[in-house]
């Protein structure tokens, strides 16, 4: 193999995309997939890949040291793509331990474990940071955020990222770890844990349950299908400046009143009921609090430079999304039992 390559959070939603697109377009690459599987992380998100020869899996938490420094002994990386993080906003809010471990500790475990195997021979090497956009806060009404955005972060989740993407510069800065870091947008598409908005309102469409939009519906985010994201990965793996941050979006800003009204429409069609029937479970529940009104993203650096856009436009998106979720209902079934059954009535119970 010409390289081994770290994919942390491989058994997540976005990690599994990166972990399928480098197993099979770099066969001369070994990829390690390092996660703890946590309710978030699930391995049949890659039982297409899992038995090939350039793919392992490797079930460890980053947030124990010494399993962190134990890989780095077992293998000796060329490259490290970490996105293991907790990542939702809500679970920050009624519990941010977890996200100051694992997002903040467990990045800062896997940099003193690269250090420390790089320390030597660092040239080559490259620590890729797996970022959100919500650690430049929300904007107003207009604006993009830029590179140069100032961080702001609002929410317990956005302020871990935040401090991981603090750590990761100032490991660079410090003692010279080659790093790159990139900050996305809201991302949609196949194997999202139906917590987050968009597979939690596809699931509660076709079980006939109501879809809680938080407060008006009237907050912002800018939706970039999974695959894009995945796909800029791999440029800025490969031809990303070492110490440079790229910010990665869809340029597809949607209030999300306007996506849930969308999405009913496509339901509607999809499972064969009459126009206006999903729209009748959209009900309006107590805000989210401190919730962020609007993030968009000026992807123009990434474009420019790395010659990278987005492909499918939100509707078509939105509809492989949706015809992914209703031909993989077993999928669905799997992951909502259990943890996320408990968590959900927390959620939503009494609202
Ligand atoms: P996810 O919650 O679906 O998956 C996270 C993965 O990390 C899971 O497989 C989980 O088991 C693993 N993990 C969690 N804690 C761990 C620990 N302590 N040790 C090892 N593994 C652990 O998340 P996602 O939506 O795929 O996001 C992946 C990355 O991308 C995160 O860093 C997130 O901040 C970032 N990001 C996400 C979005 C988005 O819209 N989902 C947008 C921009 C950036
Ligand atoms: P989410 O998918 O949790 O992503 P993020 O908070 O990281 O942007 O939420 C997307 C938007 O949808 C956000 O404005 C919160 C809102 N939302 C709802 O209105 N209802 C819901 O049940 C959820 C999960 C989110």
Redesign the pocket.
């Given at each position: 193999m010409k390289k081994t390559i770290l994919i942390?959070?491989?058994?997540?939603?976005?990690?599994s995309h990166v972990v399928r697109r480098f197993v099979n377009n770099y066969p001369g690459y070994l990829v390690v997939n390092?996660?703890?599987?946590?309710y978030?992380?699930n391995l049949e998100n890659l039982t297409d890949i899992d038995t090939k020869k350039n793919y392992l899996f490797e079930k460890?938490?980053?947030?124990d040291k010494q399993s962190v420094l134990d890989l780095f002994k077992k293998y000796s990386f060329d490259g490290i793509i970490h996105?293991?993080?907790?990542?939702?906003v809500d679970r920050s809010i009624t519990g941010p331990d977890e996200f100051v471990?694992?997002n903040i500790v467990?990045t800062v475990n896997l940099l003193n474990a690269a250090l420390n195997s790089w320390k030597n021979a660092p040239e080559g090497k490259l620590f890729y940071h797996?970022?959100?956009?919500e650690v430049y806060g929300s904007l107003g009404k207009e604006g993009l955020f830029t590179e140069q955005t100032a961080y702001d972060p609002k929410s317990p989740y956005s302020a871990s990222?935040a401090s991981s993407d603090h750590m990761v510069r100032a490991y660079n800065h410090t003692f010279g770890i080659p790093v790159v870091i990139s900050n996305?947008?809201?991302?949609y598409g196949p194997n999202?844990?139906p917590e987050?908005l968009i597979p939690l309102a596809i699931n509660n469409i076709k079980n006939n349950k109501p879809i809680p939009v938080y407060g008006k519906g009237e907050n912002i985010r800018d939706w970039l299908y999974v695959e894009d994201h995945a796909s800029a990965i791999d440029l800025i793996f490969h031809h990303g400046k070492v110490g440079e941050t790229y910010n990665i979006g869809g340029n597809n800003e949607w209030k999300n009143i306007d996506l849930i009204l969308l999405l009913c429409r496509i339901m509607d069609k999809k499972i064969n009921q009459s126009a206006g029937t999903s729209e009748k479970l959209i009900t309006y529940v107590k805000d989210r609090p401190g919730h962020d009104l609007r993030y968009a993203i000026d992807s123009s650096k990434l474009q420019k430079e790395l010659g990278w856009s987005p492909i499918p436009e939100f509707a078509d998106g939105l509809e492989k999304t949706v015809e992914w979720y209703l031909t993989n209902l077993k999928w669905l079934e799997r992951v909502l039992s259990g943890d996320y059954g408990k968590y959900y009535d927390f959620m939503y119970s009494g609202k």
């Open positions: 942390t959070g491989g058994a997540g939603f976005i990690g390092a996660d703890k599987l946590t978030a992380g460890i938490d980053i947030v996105l293991a993080a907790e990542s939702h471990f694992t467990g797996i970022s959100t956009d990222k996305c947008s809201n991302n999202q844990f987050k």
